[in-house]
T-cell receptor, first 107, second 115 residues
């Protein structure tokens, strides 16, 4: 089975600060998804990365896939309270998801 | 367009009972996947249905089963409930098979508590 490890497990930042969440796979990544989850609710699709070196941005969130390192990173610029939640990465088949990173943004 | 709906939203059951959860996908979506989410194990894949057929299955015991109807609505059943089955059960729909790399739209989940 494929394991996806996310780091850090939790993050508390001041509003306006930049932050990065990492997702590392135990096997070669053939695509990766990023989702956001509000506590106790369903997941919201953020981005899908399919090729090594691919980088996508949506508003203040940028995600990149580095297949050689079997890793993806999610970067948030100038964080806002609305960014708070749990961020999860999922491998291409969406059978396996990461352990999740809990983000708190302090106003 | 209505999102993915799951019913019921909350459920309390006793050990040994069985439970059926329902999921209505977004109109036009033919694939439905089910996941179990717990604090200890995180988000775990249960199964994926496409066109009324189970296409993929996660590593869960046979007590967990599901089905998909011709209108793409799906049900998940858990028999002989155990305390460890307490979890948030999420279903997700996609236009075609999510396992073929298509984004999924998740429902709000059903919170199951087994006492």
């Amino acid at each position: 089975s494929q394991e996806l490890e996310q780091s850090p497990q939790s993050l508390i930042v001041q509003e306006g600060k930049n932050l990065t969440i990492n997702c590392t796979s135990s096997k070669t990544l053939y695509g990766l998804y990023w989702y956001k989850q509000k506590y106790g609710e369903g997941l919201i699709f953020l981005m899908m990365l399919q090729k090594g070196g691919e980088e996508k941005s949506h508003e203040k969130i940028t995600a990149k896939l580095d297949e050689k390192k079997q890793q993806s990173s999610l970067h948030i610029t100038a964080s806002q309270p609305s960014h708070a939640g749990i961020y999860l990465c999922g491998e291409g088949n969406q059978f396996y998801f990461g352990t999740g990173t809990s983000l708190t943004v302090i106003p | 367009k209505a999102g993915v709906t799951q019913t019921p939203r909350y459920l309390i059951k006793t050990r040994g009972q069985q439970v059926t959860l329902s999921c209505s996908p977004i109109s036009g979506h033919r694939s439905v996947s089910w996941y179990q989410q717990t604090p200890g194990q995180g988000l775990q894949f249960l199964f994926e249905y496409f066109s009324e057929t189970q296409r993929n299955k996660g590593n869960f015991p046979g007590r967990f089963s599901g089905r998909q109807f011709s209108n793409s609505r799906s049900e998940m059943n858990v028999s002989t409930l155990e305390l460890g089955d307490s979890a948030l059960y999420l279903c997700a729909s996609s236009l075609v098979r999510a396992s073929d790399s298509y984004e999924q739209y998740f429902g709000p989940g059903t919170r199951l508590t087994v006492t």
